[in-house]
């Protein structure tokens, strides 16, 4: 356990990229979460459709594959389509990039189911109360459809968080020097492959731990009007 | 020298466009395709395996979780907090790469057969982590239990044990029904991490692929395809199967009526 301390800096650089990759996701993920609920819950059929097709598709392939077609073979379709269109430049998509899109994209789907359950659970007659009070769309959605769907969708948001943090692991695979890549090759290296996994564990375990406290704090705030039982 | 151009035959000619004008060689995919076909069999194979033996461990460390035995109930809660709060890619590292740190298991009866085996690790770590996740969700499924049943069973004057045997546990085995279909699919989807510690499972196979031939997307988009097809049917089956089971459940149609 002596070694771990002594590469204590080298882990705590990679706890730094798990993080910012984690949030990266995470923001990318919620963006196309709300898009995407509010395709599924459009009522023109053709978004309804493309939505349908986005949740599927993820709920079929394993974000490690997304992953590695992504940075070995997006790489090319990019820069092929940059050279046909004339609209970009070379590009160049490195493991970070690759892996916030992969894990954004992937638990993007899942944000959309979570959003647009929430969204679901608001009454309908509220909506139609703003608009007969002459809301603009925008501020309907800001004073009363945000405050509640938030409220709604806070537990399944926390599922969903806790996978993404989970899943920005599978990134040290395709060589990004993350929590788990960083870890794994001081193991090797001081012949202390238990060690070092143990630690990136703890770390993972502390990680969730903390997001756990806030997220209920979030809760809390969410949640002051609401009696329960 | 242009009569012989004419003569390809048909599959000549699929090559061709395969390797000169397709984006995605197909070809060289369809020729291995079988390799494919046994990376599907270990996938399934570890899964199927780990979900069974997971789910035997489940259900009496969610009993002991959800009547708070004393003594079991703390250890089953970190057990089950420790596997589902971090990744499974470095729990199954921890057992593959990190046991060879201690001497006392590299001179033990297991190395040899077992510990030093990436199928056996993958097992035992895929096994642990599932049975993690569904002795959570069994347990909410148990406490979810109507009163009412319980108390028909204590009117009826069944013990604790008879009660949970006939009545607790088969309505909460519907109940988790739906989220077991989830941590099937999950399950499916984790098994990637095989490919990570030299196991050619489908993704393992469709990277032996592209490493081969250096090629770009071939082999991933081949796997996608595999794994998209099983998931399809996974979740068909548990549809029918819900169906089944859950028919008391589903509000009833009065359309027909």
Redesign the interface.
Known sequence: MDSVWEYRNLLLSGTAVTVQLALASLTLSVLLGLIGASAKLAVNPIPRRIAGIYTT?V????????M??LF??G???VNDLGAATGWWDYVEINQFIAGVWSIGFVFGAYMTETFRGAILAIPRGQIEAGISCGMTPLLIFRRITWPQMVRHALPSFTNNW?GLI?????V??IGLHDL?WNA?TA??SV?????F??A??II??IL??FSDVGLRWLDRRYNVGVDRA | MAMAEQERTFFEYLVYISENHSPLDFMLVADHIDKFFFGALLTLEITILSLLIGGVMAVPLAIARAYRTPWFNGPIWGFTYFFRGTPLLVQTYLVYYGLAQFDVVRESFLWGPILSNAWWCALITFSLNTAGYTTEFLRGAIENTPKGEIEAARACGMSQARMIWRIVLPSAFRRALPAYSNEVIFMLHSSVVLSTITLQDILGVGRWLNGRYYLAYEGFVTAMVFYMVLVFFISTGFRLWEKRWLGHLRPRDTADA
């Open positions: 598709l709920r079929g392939v394993p974000d490690l594959v997304l590695m077609l070995y073979g790489q090319q379709v806790l989970k899943a920005t692991a599978l040290s695979v788990v794994s193991g090797r012949r202390e492959p238990f060690s996994m143990f990136v564990l993972y375990l969730t731990a």
